[in-house]
């Protein structure tokens, strides 16, 4: 069995490809479908129960608060995340513990979804305040979607090399701070816990690989390479390396403790987390041949159903496959006709080595850079610095050259992005638009503002929308590069063609892997052109990522399309602040309502 995708990512990375495409185009365009939305179903008058209480709106907002509860004490790795103080929460503390990755509880989280739907549709909505009924909205969007997701648990990879669990368990840990001997204690007692983890997610993954649901076979090699590599000596392993910085650094561990902790760490990472590595490297090699995938998903026996699933949750639309298909390839026409427009009354521009801007001096230099980028076209939120740590080096290949482990939703700890190693030696522009879309003013700055707001509830600061918050931070990219000095206005535009070019391109990649049957070799083949020595890292990422380029390219193209529409219908009563605001002050919402949400807003202003 597969583990239920419903509960925030840990890790939210950046997918982006900094390319100049030239191209002699045929053809004409079509403008893509600007209105494709997703209307739920709201309950009728005659599906409201009668004797609704007059209190609706007091437990409705005990609802959602035990919704939360349940969800977050549900993954303790979760809890560990998201909040500073269990108990601040009235939770019980469980940082002591792992996940539960068994296939009970996958089938008791699905329960708890289907019963907190029918809770959910006892309320009358008009009976909520404005505020509540937004949260209805979302959460019926949610409860529905991850409902309608459990037919295809199955085709999720849970064992793969982009952030999958033997990488991103390991990571999430690194990054749980340590203050004292209790927490030094938990961390220890999480590492005993490996083995069972890893039992538990085989068990599922043999289940599944009995039926052929498996990621490929090449994807499961790299896996078993990756927890290979992990098993360095123990002194050298990243999570060792982790916990004596945090002990080193506690004022609350005395000298004496923190030298038996630090040697307990060690030999419960050589008892526990590497058998634990080595049974999932056997298993995996005993259950990689049976996988029926030697590309994308379509090959199911519901491939293409499954599919079109994705594309609904990573885009917060209704958009069809076609549809979808259809915009990118107008979208990459379009962006590619608007190069060449470029290049053929500068031609000295092909080059695009020569056009970028001397690098930066040091991180700080870079981060002004983003803050007098954020403070232009933002409102001051007062948000918290980010944390730049640095990617593990074993991981660099496989994973995206930057990540964002999102702050916690009091704000008191967490919000750091990580980098390559080398980003750090040598800060360029495309660290600069790096950062803009993991720190300020994409992800960081995105999450820390749904987080200030009182009115959201916990539940929707703890469940994720990707399409808005990968949309956001791809958005994020198009402003930045027209704030980059390049000395000429015409190079700002070239890069923002490039920028839609690009993921129009990866979307493409996606829907031919996926959904309309191409081999790994012919897309590899096909798109080396655009992408170059990236493109066999691309197309395998895309394969282990089902979908996952949607929430960045589509997301992207939405917000941008939003824009364009409050601009044409407000004029010079357009405010940038302003539109900003709208967007991000009710945090991750599907994309359906950020349209009604601006519509709303256009509406109110037009009339003022």
Same mark, same amino acid.
């Given at each position: 069995?597969?583990?239920?995708?419903?509960?925030?990512?840990?890790?939210?990375?950046?997918?982006?490809?900094?390319?100049?495409?030239?191209?002699?185009?045929?053809?004409?365009?079509?403008?893509?479908?600007?209105?494709?939305?997703?209307?739920?179903?709201?309950?009728?008058?005659?599906?409201?129960?009668?004797?609704?209480?007059?209190?609706?709106?007091?437990?409705?907002?005990?609802?959602?608060?035990?919704?939360?509860?349940?969800?977050?004490?549900?993954?303790?790795?979760?809890?560990?995340?998201?909040?500073?103080?269990?108990?601040?929460?009235?939770?019980?503390?469980?940082?002591?513990?792992?996940?539960?990755?068994?296939?009970?509880?996958?089938?008791?989280?699905?329960?708890?979804?289907?019963?907190?739907?029918?809770?959910?549709?006892?309320?009358?909505?008009?009976?909520?305040?404005?505020?509540?009924?937004?949260?209805?909205?979302?959460?019926?969007?949610?409860?529905?979607?991850?409902?309608?997701?459990?037919?295809?648990?199955?085709?999720?990879? $849970?064992?793969?090399?982009?952030?999958?669990?033997?990488?991103?368990?390991?990571?999430?840990?690194?990054?749980?701070?340590?203050?004292?001997?209790?927490?030094?204690?938990?961390?220890?007692?999480?590492?005993?816990?490996?083995?069972?983890?890893?039992?538990?997610?085989?068990?599922?993954?043999?289940?599944?690989?009995?039926?052929?649901?498996?990621?490929?076979?090449?994807?499961?090699?790299?896996?078993?390479?990756?927890?290979?590599?992990?098993?360095?000596?123990?002194?050298?392993?990243?999570?060792?390396?982790?916990?004596?910085?945090?002990?080193?650094?506690?004022?609350?561990?005395?000298?004496?403790?923190?030298?038996?902790?630090?040697?307990?760490?060690?030999?419960?990472?050589?008892?526990?987390?590497?058998?634990?590595?080595?049974?999932?490297?056997?298993?995996?090699?005993?259950?990689?041949?049976?996988?029926?995938?030697?590309?994308?998903?379509?090959?199911?026996?519901?491939?293409?159903?499954?599919?079109? #699933?994705?594309?609904?949750? /990573?885009?917060?639309? /209704?958009?069809?496959?076609?549809?979808?298909?259809?915009?990118? @390839?107008?979208?990459?026409?379009?962006?590619?006709?608007?190069?060449?427009?470029?290049?053929?009354?500068?031609?000295?521009?092909?080059?695009?080595?020569?056009?970028?801007?001397?690098?930066?001096?040091?991180?700080?230099?870079?981060?002004?850079?983003?803050?007098?980028?954020?403070?232009?076209?933002?409102?001051?939120? #007062?948000?918290?610095?980010?944390?730049?740590?640095?990617?593990?080096?074993?991981?660099?290949?496989?994973?995206?050259?930057?990540?964002?482990?999102?702050?916690?939703?009091?704000?008191?700890?967490?919000?750091?992005?990580?980098?390559?190693?080398?980003?750090?030696? $040598?800060? @360029?522009?495309?660290?600069?638009?790096?950062?803009? #879309?993991?720190?300020?003013?994409?992800? #960081?700055?995105?999450?820390?503002?749904?987080?200030?707001?009182? $009115?959201?509830?916990?539940?929707?600061?703890?469940?994720?929308?990707?399409?808005?918050?990968?949309?956001?931070?791809?958005?994020?990219?198009?402003?930045?590069?027209?704030?980059?000095?390049?000395?000429?206005?015409?190079?700002?535009?070239?890069?923002?063609?490039?920028?839609?070019?690009?993921?129009?391109?990866?979307?493409?990649?996606?829907?031919?892997?996926?959904?309309?049957?191409?081999?790994?070799?012919?897309?590899?083949?096909?798109?080396?052109?655009?992408?170059?020595?990236?493109?066999?890292?691309?197309?395998?990422?895309?394969?282990? /990522?089902?979908?996952?380029?949607?929430?960045?390219?589509?997301?992207?193209?939405?917000? $941008?399309?939003?824009?364009?529409?409050?601009?044409?219908?407000?004029?010079?009563?357009?405010?940038?602040?302003?539109?900003?605001?709208?967007?991000?002050?009710?945090?991750?919402?599907?994309?359906?309502?950020?349209?009604?949400?601006?519509?709303?807003?256009? /509406?109110?202003?037009?009339?003022?």
């Amino acid at each position: 069995m597969g583990k239920i995708n419903f509960k925030k990512k840990t890790i939210v990375s950046i997918l982006s490809t900094f390319l100049l495409i030239s191209l002699i185009l045929q053809g004409c365009t079509k403008k893509p479908n600007d209105d494709i939305t997703y209307i739920p179903d709201l309950p009728s008058e005659k599906q409201i129960t009668k004797n609704i209480k007059i209190d609706d709106s007091s437990r409705f907002d005990t609802f959602l608060d035990n919704m939360f509860k349940e969800y977050i004490t549900s993954s303790p790795l979760e809890m560990s995340m998201l909040i500073s103080s269990p108990q601040e929460f009235g939770l019980q503390d469980t940082s002591d513990k792992l996940d539960d990755f068994s296939d009970e509880a996958l089938k008791a989280q699905y329960d708890n979804l289907r019963d907190n739907l029918k809770t959910l549709n006892t309320f009358n909505i008009a009976g909520l305040t404005k505020d509540q009924q937004l949260s209805y909205k979302i959460i019926k969007y949610y409860l529905e979607l991850n409902i309608e997701g459990e037919e295809y648990v199955d085709y999720s990879y $849970n064992i793969k090399h982009t952030l999958g669990f033997h990488i991103g368990i390991p990571l999430t840990l690194s990054q749980i701070p340590i203050k004292n001997k209790a927490d030094a204690d938990n961390f220890i007692a999480r590492l005993k816990q490996f083995p069972t983890s890893i039992a538990e997610l085989m068990k599922g993954e043999q289940a599944k690989a009995q039926k052929g649901y498996i990621q490929p076979e090449y994807i499961s090699n790299k896996v078993i390479d990756q927890c290979k590599a992990f098993m360095t000596p123990p002194e050298e392993n990243f999570l060792y390396l982790a916990f004596c910085d945090y002990v080193n650094q506690s004022t609350e561990i005395s000298d004496s403790d923190k030298e038996s902790l630090k040697a307990e760490c060690l030999k419960t990472i050589n008892d526990y987390v590497y058998p634990a590595y080595t049974n999932l490297i056997e298993e995996l090699e005993k259950i990689k041949s049976q996988t029926i995938i030697t590309s994308g998903v379509y090959t199911f026996p519901k491939g293409r159903e499954y599919y079109a #699933h994705l594309i609904k949750s /990573n885009t917060g639309t /209704n958009i069809t496959p076609e549809d979808l298909f259809e915009w990118a @390839n107008d979208s990459f026409i379009e962006s590619s006709k608007g190069i060449q427009s470029i290049l053929e009354k500068y031609p000295d521009l092909t080059e695009i080595d020569d056009l970028q801007p001397k690098p930066f001096n040091n991180f700080e230099e870079l981060y002004q850079k983003c803050k007098e980028l954020t403070n232009k076209n933002f409102y001051d939120y #007062h948000i918290p610095k980010i944390n730049s740590k640095t990617i593990p080096n074993y991981l660099e290949k496989d994973l995206p050259s930057a990540f964002y482990l999102p702050v916690s939703i009091d704000l008191k700890k967490y919000g750091n992005m990580f980098l390559q190693t080398s980003a750090y030696n $040598n800060l @360029n522009i495309n660290d600069f638009l790096v950062v803009c #879309h993991e720190g300020i003013p994409g992800h #960081h700055f995105q999450f820390s503002i749904a987080y200030q707001q009182e $009115n959201i509830p916990n539940i929707r600061k703890a469940i994720d929308f990707t399409c808005f918050s990968e949309g956001w931070a791809s958005y994020i990219e198009g402003l930045a590069f027209g704030f980059i000095d390049y000395g000429n206005p015409q190079i700002n535009q070239l890069m923002i063609y490039n920028l839609d070019a690009s993921y129009a391109l990866l979307t493409l990649v996606d829907l031919y892997i996926h959904y309309y049957g191409a081999s790994r070799e012919e897309v590899i083949n096909t798109y080396s052109l655009y992408f170059g020595e990236q493109m066999e890292s691309i197309v395998d990422r895309a394969i282990a /990522n089902p979908g996952e380029t949607l929430h960045y390219a589509y997301g992207r193209y939405f917000i $941008n399309n939003l824009k364009e529409k409050a601009l044409e219908a407000l004029g010079d009563d357009f405010d940038i602040k302003e539109f900003h605001d709208v967007i991000l002050i009710n945090g991750e919402i599907p994309l359906y309502l950020l349209e009604e949400n601006v519509s709303e807003y256009i /509406n109110k202003k037009s009339k003022s």
